[in-house]
């Protein structure tokens, strides 16, 4: 069973313009989420993270936002660079859990 | 710097062999990690090692995989008997102590079965 959804498979932005990239959890235990990018021919790369005692996290251009109620995070990139385009992985774990749940992942392409 | 080493980087394999995937991770890590992403899927667990605990292994889609990690290091995971549908890339992630620490990956070790 899938805990951490991302029901957008692709997403396309302009240059400048707002990314935001949604992913959806079921598992309620969860309480620590986190943001991965992956290029072609890599391995995913950490970007940010959030613990369940917040609902936003900011690093430069990038935030994430989280709704506990909902079971909802968001990732934000403002502005948005044509070396943003990646797929994007949301990723779920919990202290009793010990690994993470990654969700299918969002194809971003930023166009200039 | 040092990150999480994968060898090889490809492996073509006739269906029926046996491939073994070797992860070196970052050194002083504890836990270790292997996922697998199939074409146009996710990112799927397989296995976790956790410093001297017996390992995860719920996420071995059958009794052809197997992992082992020895002293609390170098990883290899092995599959028997290939089938095409084991074809993916296998990456391997290490992190520093456990929950609440990020994953770091390597560049994976892509597997074709033929």
């Known amino acids: 069973d899938q805990q951490v959804k991302q029901n957008s498979p692709s997403l396309s932005v302009q240059e400048g313009r707002i990314s935001i990239l949604n992913c959806d959890y079921t598992?309620?235990?969860?309480?620590?989420f986190l943001w991965y990018k992956k290029y072609p021919a890599e391995g995913p790369t950490f970007l940010i993270s959030?613990?369940?005692?917040?609902d936003k996290n900011e690093d430069g251009r990038f935030t994430v936002f989280l709704n506990k109620s909902a079971k909802h995070l968001s990732l934000h990139i403002v502005p948005s660079q044509p070396g943003d385009s990646a797929v994007y992985f949301c990723?779920?774990?919990?202290?009793?859990?010990?690994?993470?749940?990654f969700g299918a992942g969002t194809q971003v392409v930023v166009t200039p | 710097g040092a990150g999480v080493s994968q060898s090889p980087s490809n492996k073509v394999t006739e269906k029926g062999k046996d491939v073994e995937l070797r992860c070196d991770p970052i050194?002083?890590?504890?836990?270790l990690y292997w996922y697998r992403q199939s074409l146009g899927q996710g990112l799927e667990f397989l296995i976790y090692?956790?410093?001297?605990?017996?390992?995860?292994k719920s996420g071995l889609p059958s009794d052809r995989f197997s992992a082992e990690r020895t002293g609390g290091s170098v990883s290899t995971l092995t599959i028997q008997r290939t089938q095409q549908e084991d074809s993916a890339v296998y990456l391997c992630?290490?992190?520093?102590?456990?929950?609440?620490?990020?994953?770091?990956f390597g560049n994976g070790t892509r597997l074709t079965v033929t």
């Open positions: 090692f956790q410093g001297n605990s017996a390992p995860d």
């Open positions: 959030i613990s369940s005692i917040k």
């Open positions: 990723a779920a774990e919990s202290d009793s859990w010990g690994k993470l749940q």
């Open positions: 992630a290490s992190q520093q102590g456990s929950y609440n620490s990020p994953l770091h």
């Open positions: 050194s002083g890590h504890t836990a």
């Open positions: 598992n309620s235990m969860f309480d620590y």
